[in-house]
């Protein structure tokens, strides 16, 4: 039997997604709502999950994920007072064998997984309308969208979290804008076969660096660099950066 409950998700990423997959498992009727919907792969596209959000998504039906995931046995912290110079300070293990620590899972496929699914749940629908007005009534949330339509809910749960315009105008929580004087870089490193269940996160001078392993003959690696960091000539060669990397951190994709 149908919740009478209605719920509205703001945004159609990969995190409102999997809060509507979930929350149609209480048979709440939700309404997705983006203006410019699309279903194109997510960036970044790795992700780690904890052995206990996996549990839980496997649980309610997404096992595939699990199938395709790459289990995290170690996770190694090293800090660094030079922007090379390394040592490590912090080594986290699991307790057996048949623990995990973490999974690295495919991002695009826990996306697709949940996309194919709630297609095709009745108790979802899409809404592919630009909101105009957000109402907060005793009783329930009120959204007027720019045709002029009305929809009321028991909720709204805002998962867009790069529309600062929308979060912005509507009050929806406070925006606050830093610069960290840092640029993000996303690599995945095709390296030959190895025992790959170890996450290394390298505190460097000219920022944060970490390697995580996606399969035995891949490494996705995250490195925040500061925009006067000497190190910034490295992204912009893909021959460059291999060489540093073969250089400074081989050793260490090895273990």
Same mark, same amino acid.
């Given at each position: ?53 996996l549990?839980q ?60 699914k #709630?297609? $095709?749940? +009745? !108790?979802?629908?899409?809404? *592919? %309308?630009?909101? @105009? =007005?957000?109402? &907060? ?12 339509k009305?929809e ?21 929580r ?30 460097l ?14 490494t996705?690696? #995250?490195? $925040?660099? +500061? !925009?006067?960091?000497?190190? *910034? %000539?490295?992204? @912009? =060669?893909?021959? &460059? ?7 400074h ?7």
């Open positions: 039997m149908p919740n009478s409950q209605k719920i509205c998700i703001i945004g159609s990423g990969l995190t409102a997604l999997t809060i509507a997959y979930l929350l149609s498992k209480f048979k709440l009727q939700i309404d997705i709502v983006e203006q410019n919907r699309s279903i194109k792969k997510i960036k970044p596209t790795k992700l780690a999950l904890s052995k206990h959000s549990d998504l496997c649980f309610y039906g997404l096992k595939v994920i699990k199938k395709k995931s790459n289990v995290v046995k170690n996770i190694y912290l090293h800090d660094s007072y030079s922007s090379i110079s390394l040592k490590q300070d912090l080594h986290f293990s699991a307790s057996n064998k048949k623990e995990a620590l973490a999974y690295i899972v495919d991002g695009n496929i826990l996306f697709s997984d949940i996309i194919k #709630i297609e $095709s749940f +009745k !108790n979802i629908n899409f809404i *592919k %309308k630009e909101i @105009s =007005s957000i109402n &907060d009534n005793k009783f329930y949330k009120e959204i007027i969208f720019k045709d002029l009305k009321n809910y028991n909720l709204i749960i805002f998962a867009s979290a790069n529309n600062i315009v929308l979060l912005s105008k509507f009050k929806l406070k925006v606050i804008d830093k610069s960290y004087n840092e640029d993000a870089y996303v690599f995945n490193l095709h390296h030959k076969k190895i025992i790959n269940n170890s996450a290394r996160q390298f505190f001078k000219d920022g944060p660096l970490a390697f995580l392993p996606v399969s035995r003959t891949e996705s690696v #995250i490195w $925040s660099i +500061k !925009n006067n960091s000497i190190n *910034k %000539k490295y992204v @912009s =060669s893909k021959k &460059d950066l291999s060489k540093f990397f073969n250089t951190f081989k050793n260490y994709l090895m273990k």
